[in-house]
């Protein structure tokens, strides 16, 4: 079992909808989650963080916290064409080092 | 601007060859992370430093090598021995005081083997 995992994807969601990533991991210690956004042949940035158990908002992005389901998610509300990037989800596991999931593709089409 | 510079950004290798990746940072952090990415996949820790003059092996090492002897440049040499090198190698850096939470990344380099 990958200690991060998500969907490859692509997923697709007309603009304006509601794109909704998802992130299972296995280390139940994890305190740390992030979620990193990666255009095409560039480098992950960090778009989100969160550390507690709940909804956490920036913008238009919600992290959302499972620690009981070992899950954490974000939304992207509004989407946007330039919303489309790979997503990728990490944990900072017990070693105090950062996992990275495979990503999930985003596609938002006009 | 601070920020972290790598270099090659393209870079193509015959089989045998051993090629060195360049990353310098003037974020003046601590920790400094190569990563590894294939194509649709996240990113694998090669290897990673603390601290000057001393690094560990992340989870793929085999095949390649790091030095650490300036707080500022983390050099990453992949040899011969690394079967399958073509890759998007990633430089990334942290402050200590944050842990490997918050990283920096620099823009890539992309090895391609001939």
């Known amino acids: 079992q990958k200690e991060v995992e998500q969907n490859s994807g692509p997923l697709s969601v007309p603009e304006g909808a509601i794109a909704s990533l998802n992130c299972t991991y296995s280390d139940r210690g994890s305190q740390s989650f992030f979620w990193y956004r990666q255009y095409s042949g560039k480098s992950p940035e960090l778009i989100m963080s969160?550390?507690?158990?709940g909804d956490k908002e920036d913008g238009r992005f919600t992290a959302q916290l499972n620690k009981a389901s070992q899950y954490v998610s974000l939304l992207i509300r509004d989407s946007q064409p330039s919303d489309s990037a790979t997503y990728l989800c990490?944990?900072?596991?017990?070693?105090?080092?950062?996992?990275f999931g495979g990503g999930t593709r985003l596609m938002v089409k006009p | 601007d601070g920020g972290i510079t790598q270099s090659p950004k393209y870079l193509f290798r015959k089989e045998g060859q051993n090629v060195t990746l360049s990353c310098e940072q003037n974020l003046n952090h601590d920790a400094m992370y190569w990563y590894r990415q294939d194509p649709g996949q996240g990113l694998r820790l090669i290897y990673y430093?603390?601290?000057?003059?001393?690094?560990q092996k992340g989870d793929i090492a085999e095949g390649y090598s790091v030095s650490r002897e300036k707080k500022e440049s983390f050099p990453l040499t992949v040899t011969s021995a690394q079967k399958n090198p073509t890759a998007f190698y990633l430089c990334?850096?942290?402050?200590?005081?944050?842990?490997?939470?918050?990283?920096?990344f620099g823009a890539g380099s992309r090895l391609t083997v001939l």
């Open positions: 430093s603390q601290i000057v003059n001393d690094f």
């Open positions: 969160i550390y507690s158990n």
């Open positions: 990490a944990v900072v596991n017990a070693g105090n080092m950062l996992t």
């Open positions: 990334a850096s942290s402050t200590t005081s944050s842990g490997a939470n918050v990283l920096t």
